[in-house]
């Protein structure tokens, strides 16, 4: 069945240090969401990228979409403490209704 | 406004006990996902539906598991004769519909219901 892999699965940096976190599905996807779960909470959308190659920038984050719409990747710039949760990919196929959740990168951040 | 509710927040149940979860969407909201999340998981899917019908129940486990949504609105998940296993937090979300070409709108989660089963 269709698999959403997710890597790294933990990240620690120095406060101001950048993060990235990758995603890849075993199929190609109709589109692709991002969400933040902040520890102790629920899931709470980020983004959703639709079309091959599409880069979209919320403030310090960047979310790229690969051409071959299999592949994601969420870019921080200079994190903030208010960054720490853990960031989930999940991802759609054509024709099918359910999300299927990446394993998260949990980002850890030293003040 | 009102998000997604869940209730209750905590559960705990003796093997082999049948438990009820309940998630009250966000109003308007027409489509309603129920997902699991183990510790260090991401959640994981276990039906869909679109108003009152079950469009996608390809993610309950085996046939202990059991959701409605009579009026298309609130849900409820059923687990029959629980297992140690089947504990996890039981996440519901809503959205506000399905997007054109089948791509979904954002995904409205709840805080939803541990089950611990003892």
């Known amino acids: 069945g269709q698999q959403v892999m997710q890597i790294p699965q933990y990240q620690h940096v120095q406060e101001g240090e950048d993060f990235t976190t990758y995603c890849n599905s075993s199929?190609?996807?109709?589109?692709i969401q991002w969400y933040k779960q902040r520890p102790g909470g629920h899931p709470v959308f980020l983004i959703q990228l639709v079309k091959s190659g599409e880069v979209k920038k919320q403030k310090r984050l960047t979310f790229q979409f690969g051409e071959a719409k299999k592949n994601s990747s969420l870019h921080i710039t200079a994190t903030q403490t208010t960054d720490v949760g853990t960031y989930f990919c999940a991802g759609q196929v054509q024709g099918a209704q359910k999300l299927v959740f990446g394993q998260g990168t949990r980002l850890t951040i030293n003040p | 406004g009102a998000g997604v509710s869940q209730t209750p927040s905590n559960k705990v149940t003796e093997k082999g006990k049948y438990v009820e979860l309940r998630c009250d969407p966000i109003?308007?909201?027409?489509?309603l996902y129920w997902y699991r999340q183990s510790l260090g998981q991401g959640p994981e899917f276990l039906i869909y539906?679109?108003?009152?019908?079950?469009?996608?129940d390809s993610g309950l486990p085996n046939d202990r598991f059991f959701a409605v949504r009579p009026e298309g609105s609130v849900s409820t998940l059923k687990i029959q004769r629980t297992e140690r296993g089947d504990s996890a937090v039981y996440l519901c979300?809503?959205?506000?519909?399905?997007?054109?070409?089948?791509?979904?709108?954002?995904?409205?989660f709840g805080p939803g219901t541990r089950l611990t089963v003892l």
């Open positions: 539906f679109q108003g009152t019908g079950a469009a996608d």
């Open positions: 199929t190609t996807l109709s589109n």
């Open positions: 979300a809503s959205s506000l519909r399905q997007g054109a070409f089948g791509g979904y709108n954002e995904q409205f």
């Open positions: 109003s308007g909201h027409t489509a």
